[in-house]
């Protein structure tokens, strides 16, 4: 809340406190709570008898309504799962990874540059890249890294797996820059980097390129947040966080991939055998509940299990969910639009008549892919893993007295 409107409610209130001097508030412990909780938010007690504050500059949200992203390790944030609705994150809870913190950009300084396998090598600041025909797309975008291992049973799901969020993404597709510079025989590779203190480095196949990848410069309407990428940053719809290189300056064209530390030493999957997957760039269909669960407390009766499915194939056809802990499995409703690479919501209603239960999604998408268990993932994955694109169906344990929560199972993936 900006200071002068909260002074500005604040003598509002008073004003309206001292114009109903007389009334009495005794008794109830209803009453006096509402009378604190408008000391704490400055809100009028009968938003009918007061005209409240005009228009404003910029909105803000209602104090009642508080939003947190929750950081962690100097390097992550998490988006509020649980607390959301519908599919697209706030830009101000968009989740952020940052391997060297947020560099602050003029875009007046800032250029993209493209060379290389190319005809001509050209030069792009952000007025330019305005002025090329825009595409827009909503999609999600997710850290490979997102599954905490070592979680308690009292964790949301924002700090098991908030390292995702959806945004409509608006940009040029990197497909006409490159045209633009034209390509030239032997092109097959990107290096996209970014003008942090990490000097963020990827290799990009030169197909996703030219498919859908965006140069982003507007996050759901606007300029990218500065923890987004502000002024530009790469968008590959599906693709691991990892990839969508942020404070985008250069695009190197080439033959072969760059073998950079982010997908050598990083970004690969040990799997059985000794062997390791490398450019493991799709991220696999995956679901999680976002209510009930924790912290939530349940009442007997009617609740609506809802939570959010995403694939980096394609679209979600099918979300089941289970109360009984995966014995019998039922189809919740999917609540278009269900679009491609998207996170899509699904919800089904459910009657909790007490005693225990334990809540679980399972997505399926296009391609026929079924989300895995945890079991046939370490299974597949073997000993000695690294946590990177982990999705199992997970699990939330609604006690006998009400309470939810995370169904914690040690991962014996990592080494
Ligand atoms: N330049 C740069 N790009 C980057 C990163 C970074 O640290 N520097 N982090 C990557 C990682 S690991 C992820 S998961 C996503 C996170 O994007 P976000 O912070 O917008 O959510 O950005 C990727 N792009
Ligand atoms: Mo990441």
Redesign the pocket.
Known sequence: MSESTSEWTRRRMLAALASAAGATFAGPTREVRAEEREEESGAPRDPTKVPGPGPSALGERSPFASLRRTTAFGAISGTPLQDLHGTITPADL???????GIPAIDPAEHALLVHGLVERPLRFGLRDLLRFPAVSRIGF?E?SGNLRIDAGPETTPQDVCG?T?QSEWTGVALGTLLREAGLRPGASWLLAE?S?A?V?TRSIPIEKALDDAIVAYAQNGEALRP???YPIRLFLPGWE??A????LRRIEVADRPFMTREETSKYTEPIRGGRARQFSFTMDARSVLTTPTYPAQLEPGWHEIRGLAWSGRGRIVRVEVTSDGGRTWQDARLLGPVLPKAHTRFALPWRWTGGGAALASRATDETGYVQPTRRALIEARGPGSLPYHLNPIMTWIVEPDGRVLYAAEPWDVAS
């Open positions: 968009h989740f952020e990874r940052h391997h060297a975008l850290c390292l969020s970014g942090d990490a963020m923890a987004q990428g966080g990892n969508n290189v942020k404070w």
